[in-house]
């Protein structure tokens, strides 16, 4: 049974004020909403790298920036600044922050990010936080640019951390872990703060019991005292993806035993949980077996698109919650490194430029991280020496591949005279293109990534977006046989490789969303073109004919349990295609949940805990 209903309450003083009105005759009024029981404002993932310590930007700096991802530590310490005043213009009870204050944990960075709470509280706003894996000092963290070439600095540990921010939460609590640095502390007269410090439990597989007692302890200790507990943690406390995406990120995205210690803690009856570390803008609920639900309330990194302030109004444990976004930067608090473009973008439209700066940031990333790895993998698989002058040629030729794609226009209004659109490639195989707002391929997909990480990501089957998505699938898959014709030139390097026509593949591809298997020996080529398959357990069925390997793999695959999914549902055994669409749909629903469609709770405004 709730406690409060804010709806209610609303309904109480219409009602009495109505009845006044008819028996007092004309009677002005205005229905007063109820004011909350208390405030929080939560930023997460702050990431802040001083700008003291990025120098001039000067090379090794640039090395280090292009392997952020989406965090634009060359803002954080603004973008910093400017929330605390915003928080510090809206007064609320509490800030709390679930993790990564700092971006590379040195100790330097830890006592300025306390100096700036320290401003907070003075105006009347407490400060909560809690470890996360970027403020406690590692091997590779604790870096400075300062003097423009890399340098090794001074970190903290757990103990410094707890020491640093001494007065936002730890001297203030009526309650630590000697194991950890988690505590419990008061906020006002009605909740109580349980904070985790889940980031010492990664160092091993899992929580240790103690923390998990100490926790359940906490939480039923509140409840005694007549409080309402809320807790965070750095990690989630639910899952906020699909079961494949969950499996693949759940170790670094989740408490260590999250399914063990969420039933621990729902068992003592808590029912707020706030995280960061994924970046992502996300509410999800978790509903167990005797009807207990727990919201997992996670909130995007802050020097990123969109720079998102959550505000929690508490009505009793009914919480209404909000989120607005940084887009007001005072041109003082910049740093001198700037470029004018980017004081320009900061300065008059934060959140749209810190958009546009996702598309960047994250094509470096591609570029420096991952775009080498890729080539290299792919053609040493079809064992060639990327070494060679071939190879490196080949997988130059690929890299490019890639950095074209996403550069690709999708309708031809958009791109130069005879320059290649997705919606000429469309219109190659008879389809037409649908209209959507995005100009490119690269802004088509780094659009999903913002949506994600402000929460507000949908993608309904059928709609154009999901179409034009598909094709730029398709596209990408002609481009890369047809165009670049990848097997053809893997053959003339090496022989072994079999030769494959795509040709007669890609109209069906684009017409049905069947990837023909058979017909033209796809399958078969593909496995008996690649070395690892001999050694693999499928090495037995490669000299068969496609029809035949086909039939074999979706025997095997139907006996393997796979995330639910029916093999007949993706593969068609009797035509001899791989059903290329179904996939994509299964990638679209709920496998891939919180990327690029949320079937969950709504994740930006929304009233929790509020019963039907």
Not at 540 to 545: F, R, Y
Request: some cysteine.
């Amino acid at each position: 049974m709730k406690t409060f209903s804010k709806r209610l309450a609303v309904c109480i003083v219409v009602l009495v004020l109505a009845v006044g009105s008819a028996v007092g005759g004309v009677l002005a009024y205005k229905a007063i909403e109820p004011q909350p029981d208390y405030t929080m404002m939560v930023v997460s993932d702050t990431h802040v790298f001083l700008d003291k310590h990025i120098g001039n930007r000067a090379e090794d700096y640039q090395a280090f920036d292009a392997m952020r991802a989406g965090r634009l530590v060359h803002f954080s310490e603004t973008i910093f600044e400017n929330t605390l005043n915003l928080v510090m213009e809206e007064k609320p009870d509490a800030l709390i922050v679930p993790g990564d204050l700092s971006d590379v944990a040195t100790k330097e960075t830890h006592i300025r990010i306390a100096e700036y709470f320290k401003e907070v509280e003075a105006n009347g706003t407490e400060v909560f936080v809690v470890p996360g894996n970027h403020d406690i000092g590692v091997p590779g963290l604790g870096v400075s640019f300062e003097n423009d070439v890399e340098e090794q600095i001074e970190t903290v540990d757990y103990d410094g951390f707890a020491e640093i921010y001494a007065d936002f939460g730890y001297a203030q609590a009526i309650d630590r872990h000697e194991g950890s640095i988690s505590y419990a502390a008061d906020m006002g007269e009605m909740y109580r703060i349980i904070s985790v410090d889940a980031q010492r439990a990664r160092e091993s597989e899992k929580l240790s019991d103690d923390l998990i007692e100490w926790t359940v302890a906490a939480i039923n200790k509140t409840f005694e005292d007549g409080r309402i507990p809320v807790a965070m943690s750095h990690y989630s406390l639910v899952s906020h993806y699909g079961e494949i995406l969950t499996n693949f990120t759940s170790e670094k995205a989740s408490v260590n035993d999250m399914d063990y210690f969420r039933e621990a803690i729902m068992a003592s009856g808590l029912e707020y949980w706030f995280s960061g570390h994924m970046h992502a803008s996300d509410i999800a609920s978790y509903t167990n077996k005797n009807g207990q639900t727990i919201y997992d309330i996670e909130t995007a990194s802050l020097p990123g698109y969109p720079a998102p302030i959550r505000k929690v109004e508490m009505f009793g444990d009914v919480f209404e919650l909000s989120t607005q976004y940084l887009n007001k930067i005072d041109e003082a608090t910049l740093p001198d490194f700037l470029t004018e473009e980017e004081r320009e973008g900061l300065t008059q439209d934060t959140t749209n430029y810190l958009k546009k700066c996702i598309e960047i940031d994250m094509m470096d990333n591609i570029k420096v991280r991952y775009l080498e790895q890729v080539s290299t993998m792919l053609v040493g698989a079809f064992d060639i020496d990327v070494t060679s002058e071939e190879g490196a040629e080949l997988c130059a030729d690929f890299e490019q591949f890639v950095l074209d794609l996403m550069e690709m226009p999708l309708y031809d209004k958009d791109a130069e005279k005879g320059e290649k659109t997705l919606e000429s490639v469309c219109a190659k195989y008879g389809q037409k293109l649908p209209a959507i707002d995005e100009k490119t391929v690269g802004e088509l997909i780094f659009g999903f990534v913002a949506r994600m990480f402000a929460g507000d990501e949908s993608c309904p089957k059928g709609s154009n977006m999901d179409k034009v998505l598909r094709f730029a699938v398709y596209g990408a898959l002609d481009g890369l046989f047809v165009d670049l014709d990848l097997f053809g030139r893997l053959h003339e390097i090496n022989p072994d490789v079999q030769e494959t026509d795509f040709s007669e593949t890609m109209p069906k591809l684009f017409t049905t969303g069947d990837l023909d298997l058979v017909d033209n020996e796809l399958i078969g080529n593909v496995l008996k073109s690649v070395p690892a398959v001999k050694d693999s357990p499928i090495a037995g069925i490669v000299n068969q004919s496609s029809a035949d390997i086909l039939k074999s793999l979706s025997a095997i695959l139907a006996m393997i349990e796979l995330y639910d999914i029916n093999v007949g549902e993706i593969i068609d055994g009797e035509n001899g295609d791989l059903k290329f669409g179904a996939i994509f749909d299964l990638a679209m629903s709920s496998l891939a949940d919180g990327i690029i469609n949320d079937f969950s709770v709504e994740d930006n405004n929304v009233v929790l805990g509020e019963e039907e």
